[in-house]
């Protein structure tokens, strides 16, 4: 069990690190938004009738952040280029996550999702 939480830890420092570049001039760093969003990676692959609370909180703040059009495409390309690429996803919850939370969207998550339409 610790063994498998140190490797998932890894997996996700070496995504940031890897990911975190090409958004490193975002107002919302890539590899910051990746950790914000860590706590729902659990729910994402195994589904439970609740989002964990962690999980509402990080999403939740991260829409409080991304306050302007380009903050918001930044957040989309980030963490599409990230949770897609997580496996084991299963994505009717991905898309559930922001209501379940109580966070509104102006786009529905899917892997089709063109980042530049987000507003």
């Known amino acids: 069990m610790a063994a498998a939480l140190v490797l998932k830890f890894a997996s996700l420092a070496v995504m940031v690190m890897v990911l975190g570049s ?18 729902c990676i659990g729910y994402l692959r195994n589904p439970t009738p609740t989002v964990p609370a962690a999980c509402c909180n990080g999403i ?6 991304a ?39 102006s786009y529905k998550i899917s892997p089709s999702i063109d980042c530049n339409t987000v507003n």
């Open 67 to 105: 306050k302007t059009v380009p903050d918001r495409q930044g957040v989309c390309r980030c963490l599409k280029s990230t949770v897609y690429n997580l496996p084991g996803i299963n994505l009717p919850a991905l898309a559930s996550v922001p209501g379940k939370c109580g966070a509104k969207l």
């Open 60 to 65: 939740r703040d991260i829409l409080r952040q």
């Open 22 to 39: 090409p958004f490193a001039d975002a107002a919302l760093p890539c590899g910051q938004l990746t950790f914000t969003v860590a706590p």
